[in-house]
C-alpha cells in the first residue's frame, strides 16, 4: 500500500532547497573551476572571496579548504536590531528588497552573501543560519550569542504565526509577508487545521441556511412575504 505524503514541502525538504542558497567563500587553496548543472563554478584563487552554493561551501569547509564569510545580517548586532524590530511590531520585519528587473526568487538571490542587506532576514534565514553555526561557527563572530538570537527570533516569529492563525478564526484577513521558508514548514500543521476548521465551519452555516429556506418555503412563509409585497404594490 502507497504512503500518502503530506501537503507541502516537509522540513528536510526545504533544508535541501536551502543548499542551493549562494554564499561568499575565501578559498584556503587553490582549486579549478567546475561545471555544474546548476551553471559553472569559478576557479578559486586565494584570498580572493567567492560566491559558491551553500552545499559546496559547507563541503569545503568541512575538507578545510575554504572559509565561509557569513551574511551580514548573522552577526550579534544585525541580529539584535531585527529582534527588537520583531517584538516592537506585530507584523514580520520585511524581506530583502528584490534587485531590480529580475525574475528569480529564493534560493538564487543573493540574500545570503557577504553583501547581503544587514537589516532583513532572507527567506531561509532560519536554515542557513543552523548550517552555519554548525559547520562554520569558527568563522562568526560571538557565535554563542548569534545562537541565543536566532533562537529568540525563532521563538518571536512563531508566536505571531500562531497569532496570525487565531486572527484568522474571526474570519480576517492576516499580513504574512517576511515569514520564511522553514516556518511555514512548521506551522503548516496548526494553519492547514484551522484553515480546514473554517471550511468545516462555513459549509455548516451555508447548509443550515438552506435547510431553513426550505423549510420556510414549506410553511408558505416565503409565499406570503411574496403575496404581502404584491399587495403594498397594488396600494
Same mark, same amino acid.
Given at each position: ?28 587553496? /587553490? ?33 578545510? /579548504? ?35 528587473h ?11 552573501t ?12 532560519? $536554515?542557513?543560519?543552523?548550517?552555519l ?14 545562537? /541565543? ?5 525563532? $521563538?518571536?516569529? &512563531? ?16 499580513? &504574512?509577508?517576511?515569514?520564511?521558508? &522553514?516556518?511555514?514548514? $512548521? ?22 441556511? /438552506?435547510?431553513?429556506?426550505?423549510e ?7 409565499r ?7 399587495d403594498?404594490? $397594488?396600494?
Amino acid at each position: 500500500m502507497a504512503s500518502t505524503l503530506p501537503p507541502g514541502l516537509t522540513p528536510p525538504e526545504i533544508a535541501f532547497l536551502c543548499e542551493m542558497e549562494i554564499v561568499t567563500v575565501v578559498p584556503r587553496q /587553490r582549486l579549478d573551476g567546475l561545471k555544474l548543472l546548476g551553471g559553472p563554478i569559478p576557479p578559486l584563487r586565494p584570498p580572493h572571496r567567492t560566491p559558491l552554493p551553500l552545499w559546496l561551501a559547507l563541503l569545503l569547509k568541512r575538507q578545510r /579548504r575554504a572559509n565561509i564569510l557569513p551574511p551580514a545580517w548573522l552577526n550579534p548586532l544585525s541580529l539584535t536590531e531585527i529582534l527588537e524590530l520583531e517584538t516592537s511590531s506585530a507584523s514580520f520585519s520585511p524581506p530583502p528588497s528584490l534587485p531590480l528587473h529580475t525574475s528569480t526568487s529564493p534560493p538564487f538571490l543573493p540574500s545570503a552573501t557577504a553583501d547581503a542587506p544587514p537589516d532583513s532576514l532572507p527567506y531561509h534565514w532560519l $536554515e542557513i543560519g543552523e548550517m552555519l553555526l554548525d559547520a562554520a561557527s569558527d568563522d562568526m563572530q560571538e557565535p554563542d550569542t548569534v545562537r /541565543r538570537l536566532m533562537r529568540d527570533l525563532r $521563538e518571536v516569529r &512563531m508566536a505571531k504565526l500562531r497569532e496570525g492563525v487565531r486572527v484568522l478564526e474571526g474570519s480576517r484577513e492576516v499580513k &504574512m509577508n517576511g515569514v520564511g521558508g &522553514m516556518e511555514v514548514a $512548521e506551522g503548516r500543521a496548526f494553519i492547514s487545521g484551522v484553515v480546514d476548521g473554517l471550511r468545516k465551519i462555513g459549509a455548516s452555516k451555508e447548509m443550515s441556511r /438552506r435547510e431553513r429556506e426550505a423549510e420556510d418555503r414549506e410553511n408558505g412563509i416565503g409565499r406570503a412575504n411574496i403575496d404581502d409585497e404584491d399587495d403594498d404594490m $397594488e396600494e
